[in-house]
């Protein structure tokens, strides 16, 4: 592995950079469209020829977020040489013990793994080992890491995108839809070699394995201590009594949204809030003049919103005008809270900057930046690479980064 003073490799750069090739369109999977198992014995029947074929899982999901509450899957999408493909709908099987047995035990290949990581644990999966081919991409300086563009760029394949946006909790789901569902793993694998090869040229495959096993162990996301304060258009709010109708009216969203398995945003969106907020409606009809309280699903609950509104004007519950700061402040204010702390970030950042062109990765790829403002705010009493290095490994940055950035960090933050 290269050590902080390697030079990366100037070789192996992303086919984006070349003329755009003329790409042949996959249309259809090569072995057909497959069907959906939504059956016990039709789920054991997948998992006997998974078991039968070889390779890793090349794995996908399809959510309903724009539709459904919550971000659980509807659709897995597993393929593995001499298996082929197989469609399985978690909504319909009650039991999915030999499915979650086989692939717990599988390395899996993924393209932007944490998309579908949380989804896939809550149906008690997880892979021994991962690929995510997104973060490869990364990695490898692509300018552009979408599953389409990456298979057209080193594939030569129109990979469509279509129904990538639908809902996917209707049933029985469309042909088309199956179709595309399919496409999504059909070149996973050829995907995966292709980009480990610019890896292992650029000389950063190792950088890869281990970001693969950084994702692969992340916990999943935990909901913010106040979700509400995440309404669109919130930050326009000046008093602590419009915060106060904004929440009872998140909260009573949230509530029904629940219940009902229906995204929040397609029984009054963000924005009727603000509105709601703003002219403070205590009847129906009143409310009923707001705009975007005149769908359907806003009538049907006129009364309901009304009596969010009235429990946000009468209770003595008030919210801070501002959320809890709970880490560093905004660095637009260091210049004037830690002047030091300024100046080590400026330099920091033009340390990540440097590599990040050398090594042609992202600079947030390279450091996450709220590792490099931890170092930069409580920088150690003495600084050195030693010192700078178990930061950042505590922080949680991974070898690779360490071992790229710590020395130049260590010697930018003594100058600064």
């Known amino acids: 592995m290269p050590n902080s003073d390697s030079s990366a490799p100037a070789s192996s750069t992303p086919a984006a950079e070349a003329a755009a090739p003329v790409l042949t369109p996959l249309a259809a999977p090569r072995d057909g469209i497959p069907e959906v198992i939504d059956t016990a014995p039709a789920l054991r029947r997948a998992v006997r020829a998974l078991e039968a074929g070889t390779g890793d899982l090349a794995v996908d999901t399809e959510r309903a977020s724009g539709f459904r509450y919550g971000q659980r899957a509807f659709l897995l999408q597993i393929r593995r040489d001499g298996s082929g493909t ?69 594939l030569g394949l129109q990979l469509a995108k279509e129904h990538s946006a639908v809902d996917w909790s209707t049933r029985p789901l469309p042909e088309s839809w199956l179709n595309y569902a399919a496409l999504d793993v059909e070149v996973l694998e050829e995907l995966r070699q292709a980009i480990a090869q610019v890896l292992e040229e650029q000389g950063k495959l ?36 419009n915060l106060a109708v904004a929440r009872e009216l998140w909260i009573s969203r949230e509530s029904l949204a629940q219940s009902r398995d229906v995204a929040p945003g397609r029984l009054i969106p963000d924005r009727a809030i603000m509105a709601a907020v703003e002219q403070r409606a205590t009847s129906v009809p009143a409310l009923l003049q707001i705009p975007g309280f005149h769908t359907r699903n806003a009538k049907r609950d006129a009364a309901r919103w009304v009596d969010a509104i009235q429990r946000g004007n009468s209770t003595r519950d008030l919210p801070d005008l501002r959320a809890p700061k709970n880490g560093l402040p905004h660095p637009r204010s260091w210049a004037e809270k830690n002047p030091d702390a300024a100046n080590r970030l400026e330099a920091a950042k033009q340390v990540v900057n440097d590599v990040s062109e050398q090594w042609n990765i992202p600079g947030e790829n390279l450091l996450t930046p709220k590792y490099l403002r931890e170092v930069c705010w409580n920088a150690p009493a003495r600084i050195s690479e030693a010192s700078v290095a178990d930061m950042l490994e505590n922080l949680g940055a991974r070898q690779w980064q360490r071992e790229l950035l710590s020395d130049k960090l260590a010697a930018a933050l003594k100058q600064a």
Do not use: Y
């Not at 909901?223 to 326009?236: D, M, N, V, Y």
């Open 206 to 241: 190792e950088f890869a394995r281990q970001e693969f096993e950084h994702e692969r162990t992340l916990p999943d996301p935990v909901p913010a201590e106040t979700p509400w304060r995440k309404l669109s258009g919130i930050h326009k709010l000046k008093s602590r009594r």
């Open 86 to 154: 197989w469609l399985i709908d978690p909504e319909t099987l009650d039991d999915l013990a030999p499915l979650r047995e086989f692939v717990n035990q599988q390395p899996w290949i993924l393209h932007a793994a944490t998309q579908d990581l949380p989804c896939l644990h809550e149906l008690g999966m997880s892979p021994t080992s991962l690929f995510d081919t997104e973060m490869a991409g990364r990695l490898a300086g692509f300018p552009r890491v979408s599953l389409g563009t990456m298979v057209g760029e080193l």
